[in-house]
């Protein structure tokens, strides 16, 4: 079965950072470009970084830009987010999305998400 | 805010169909065909109904389908369900983002 499991997320406070791991199984990462997604509280999804098969694109949203960094290990079939100067903005359940590929864009893969809390 | 809009709630009896609006614009859904819409159950992971505006994954029910017209793209669920109460989210692929999702619209089965 393909799956993405996250990991790392946690309580943390005002202008600290947090690492967010994303494991995948069931199949080869680096067929794919990956993606992380949030959903805020009583909010929408958001995506907030993606990152391509061979880390040569990556892309930000405006409210992320400058403060996290995504990246990923192939080898290890895994995807990371690094969150800096956290705000209470970013309080969400982060999800990691993989990206169909071929001549699609859309999300068929799913992890269950981890819940990022910033006091 | 997002700039592909939808309804906020559309509500149904079992049974009935219904269609979810998404507008957007010449930048995002009425420039291409990437349009996708998302199932999002409350504790759960969303999924993926329909990509590339009409196609549905292998495992996906024939109730869902998708269309669009200029900047519009629309969800249709037939022969409503309980277990379709749920947010849809529509989505579309723009030019400087590879992902942007509608506001989202909460389905409720009378």
């Known amino acids: 079965e393909e799956q993405l499991v996250e990991s790392g997320g946690g309580l943390v406070k005002s202008g600290e950072s947090l690492r967010l791991s994303c494991a995948a199984s069931g199949f080869t990462l680096s067929s794919h470009s990956l993606n992380w997604v949030r959903q805020a509280p009583g909010k929408g999804l958001e995506c907030v970084s993606s990152?391509?098969?061979?880390?040569?694109?990556?892309y930000y949203a405006d409210s992320v830009r400058g403060r996290f960094t995504v990246s990923r290990d192939n080898a290890k079939n895994a995807l990371f987010l690094e969150m800096n100067t956290l705000g209470a903005e970013d309080t969400a359940v982060y999800y990691c999305a993989r990206d169909l590929g071929g001549f699609s864009h859309a999300l068929d893969v799913w992890g269950q998400g981890t819940t990022v809390t910033v006091s | 805010q997002s700039v592909l809009t939808q309804p906020a709630s559309v509500s149904g009896s079992p049974g009935q169909s219904i269609t979810i609006s998404c507008s957007g614009s010449d930048s995002d859904v009425g420039g291409h065909n990437y349009v996708s819409w998302y199932q999002h159950r409350p504790g759960d992971a969303p999924k993926l109904l329909i990509h590339d505006v009409t196609v549905r994954p292998s495992g996906v029910s024939r109730r869902f389908s998708g269309s669009k017209s200029g900047n519009t793209a629309s969800l249709t669920i037939s022969g409503l369900q309980p277990e379709d109460e749920a947010d849809y989210y529509c989505c579309s692929y723009t030019s400087v983002s590879p992902f942007v999702f509608g506001s989202g619209t909460w389905v409720s089965v009378l």
């Open positions: 990152i391509s098969r061979g880390s040569e694109y990556t």
